[in-house]
């Protein structure tokens, strides 16, 4: 952008790489070099989701698999301690394979529009459809931490950066689309899943963001609902 003012708006509240859950960890160990041998609160529940034996106890098998669940997805501490951050990305990953082919089935994303982005901040899930028609999605994404909340509400793509690199958090952020004030749908290097979260932005993995920037053109709606867990 050659307008200063503008480029200033832009960078305002653009995200780092920083994904879905801001919860509260109780009771968990502190960072081991090693698996913890202490089942977790939630121990059943994600032996269950991992398609372990659900017994409750925590053994050297379920740790590991635990611990590497954590690890892919930037949980930490990384123990293998089966606590509520853990169980709570579990929780989310169910509820939106649960969605299916029909995020829109409460009618709360516009269908009046034509061709609009729809975030659902509750599921942390985005589509893209044009009136009834679902034309991609839903995809998972990671959208802003407590205190960095996306907002909410109808907007329109007002620029687009595919090489944009983030002047405040100095890091990149492929195919940058912007809907409000420096909040922009771009992809990120990490799990879209890991907490806490982004500073606003709608975090998306690489396939993702770059079907959207294709999809998506200046002047498209962008529709903002529900409320981030944690948040």
């Known amino acids: 952008m050659g307008d200063i003012r503008r480029r200033g708006a832009v960078a305002l509240g653009v995200t780092a790489l920083v994904a879905p859950l801001t919860l509260a960890l109780t009771a968990a160990p502190a960072q081991a070099a090693s698996c913890t041998a202490k089942a977790g609160p939630y121990q059943k529940k994600v032996e269950k989701f991992l398609g372990r034996k659900a017994d409750?106890?925590?053994s050297t098998a379920d740790c590991k698999a635990i611990r590497a669940f954590q690890t892919k997805h930037g949980i930490?501490?990384?123990?293998?301690y089966a606590g509520p951050i853990t169980w709570g990305v579990m929780d989310l990953m169910t509820k939106q394979k649960a969605v299916g082919k029909k995020p829109n089935k409460s009618g709360k994303c516009p269908t009046n529009k034509g061709r609009i982005a729809c975030v659902n901040l509750s599921l942390q899930l985005s589509w893209i459809q044009d009136g009834k028609r679902l034309v991609y999605g839903p995809v998972p994404v990671r959208t802003g931490r407590n205190g960095y909340e996306t907002r909410t509400g109808l907007k329109k793509v007002y620029w687009r950066n595919i090489d944009h690199v983030s002047t405040i958090y100095h890091v990149p952020m492929p195919y940058s689309q912007f809907f409000?004030?420096?909040q922009a749908f771009h992809s990120v290097g990490?799990?879209?899943w890991s907490p806490p979260g982004s500073h606003g932005c709608v975090?998306?993995?690489?396939?993702d963001a770059k079907k959207y920037w294709s999809l998506l053109k200046k002047g498209d709606d962008?529709?903002?609902y529900g409320r981030k867990p944690g948040t």
């Open 203 to 207: 975090n998306m993995k690489k396939t």
């Open 56 to 58: 409750g106890k925590q």
């Open 76 to 80: 930490t501490p990384d123990a293998g």
């Open 180 to 182: 409000d004030g420096g």
């Open 222 to 224: 962008v529709y903002v």
């Open 190 to 192: 990490v799990s879209v």
